[in-house]
T-cell receptor, first 115, second 109 residues
Framework: GAVVSQHPSWVICKSGTSVKIECRSL??????MFWYRQFPKQSLMLMAT?????????EQGVEKDKFLINHASLTLSTLTVTSAHPEDSSFYIC???????????FGPGTRLLVL | GQNIDQPTEMTATEGAIVQINCTYQTSGFNGLFWYQQHAGEAPTFLSY??LDGLEEKGRFSSFLSRSKGYSYLLLKELQMKDSASYLC??????????WGAGTKLIIKP
């Protein structure tokens, strides 16, 4: 149980384009989903927390107009990187949990390369 | 402020035992988590402690002392595939996870 999927696994895009990443909880209802970013050999960095049906809460320094998060259902959250630039190239990982005191389970991650 | 401390890197020998420590100072406590992250992959959940004591799960055990703000992850009978980063995370009073920077474990034959 507690399986989280992400799609796509890999994205290569041109600078200036927008990229959408999907995160799905496959066998449980995720009241909260989290989006992280991780640069090579660095720690996980929380970008935002989203609760189903409400606006995401962004961490300090994360541009909410650039990283659009939608959590429209209890099993799906999307992250859209708008007008991507090479410095946005990173490993984006989502996680999901059922209740506020529950374990976070991670998706497999999405590698984004912006050329 | 809130912080989680764990060693940056540890080296151990295949077949041996290694203990990875984690100390924390957080605003409240609602549990401590250990995750394993192989290079280039997402973290996977290993263990959860909310009460003092030892939780054993196969070759892996996790210990918690809330009064000391301390936990450790014990890995027995080390295998080469255990080479990974081990992340300690504490859930604070707002149910937010505070992450340690991770301990890179290198297993040598």
């Amino acid at each position: 149980g507690a399986v989280v999927s992400q799609h796509p696994s890999w994205v290569i895009c041109k600078s200036g384009t927008s990229v959408k990443i999907e995160c799905r909880s496959l066998d449980f209802q995720a009241t909260t989903m989290f989006w992280y970013r991780q640069f090579p050999k660095q720690s996980l960095m929380l970008m935002a927390t989203s609760n189903e049906g409400s606006k995401a809460t962004y961490e300090q320094g994360v541009e909410k107009d650039k990283f659009l998060i939608n959590h429209a259902s209890l099993t799906l959250s999307t992250l859209t990187v708008t007008s991507a630039h090479p410095e946005d190239s990173s490993f984006y990982i989502c996680s999901a949990r059922f209740g506020r005191a529950e374990t976070q389970y991670f998706g497999p991650g999405t590698r984004l390369l912006v050329l | 402020g809130q912080n989680i401390d764990q060693p940056t890197e540890m080296t151990a020998t295949e077949g041996a035992i290694v203990q990875i420590n984690c100390t924390y100072q957080t605003s409240g406590f609602n549990g401590l988590f250990w995750y394993q992250q192989h290079a280039g992959e997402a973290p996977t959940f290993l263990s959860y402690n909310v009460l003092d004591g030892l939780e054993e799960k196969g070759r892996f055990s996790s210990f918690l002392s809330r009064s000391k703000g301390y936990s450790y992850l014990l890995l027995k009978e080390l295998q080469m595939k255990d080479s990974a980063s081990y992340l300690c995370a504490v859930m604070d009073s707002n149910y937010q996870l505070i992450w340690g920077a991770g301990t890179k474990l290198i297993i040598k034959p």
